[in-house]
């Protein structure tokens, strides 16, 4: 099996793989503008992301494929208002006010998120890829071997990059019904001070 996994990278099934992983993740992101936040031109946009993914004949291919419908879909979250009870709204960053923009600008990328929503997103996709590396070594495999998609680096279990792309968008769901559901309180969030936002204690027990 393990031999299988080092060879995939290199003979052709990498690659369909991570065709697959980022299809399946393009459908997720399509569906949750469709029917969360009701943005049928992007998702339309996403869809013909997806048609590219076919004749994608390299893993950068595939990348540039998946960075571009990334950036069309995060674009549609930025504006989305948060909610917060009436006692803590003086006590509340105005730009903690939306979901703001993924790519934070202390790091230029998610990591060091400066809004709350970025950071439980943060928080969630950790937990997600603690599951993951635990399934993948449940199979047998070696989580740290990478098929393509994400590059092989020191301390980065890249499998498990590459398995969870597809559930992202069902994380992502749960945390937007979640936040248009009840309003955040700014007792579970603190900010460093360089800016980052941070989850307190009490909620990352009630997101684990």
Known sequence: LRRAQALAISNGVGLEI???LI???LEGQESVLRERLNCQ?????IARFRSKLGSAESFDAIRNVEANAASSYFREWRDLPVTWPKADLQKIPEH????????SPLTGGPRLA???VHAILNYCFALLEAETRLAISALGMDAGLGVGLHTDTANRDSL??????PIRPQVETWLLDWVAREPLRR????ETGTGNCRLMSGICTKLS
């Not at 498990?160 to 792309?165: K, M, R, T």
């Open 96 to 103: 903690w006010r939306f979901v703001g923009s993924r790519q």
């Open 18 to 20: 991570c065709r697959r």
């Open 160 to 165: 498990a990059f590459d398995v969870l792309e």
């Open 23 to 25: 299809d399946a993740k």
């Open 187 to 190: 007792a579970d969030f603190f």
């Open 114 to 116: 400066v809004t709350p």
């Open 41 to 45: 031109p992007t998702a339309d946009a």
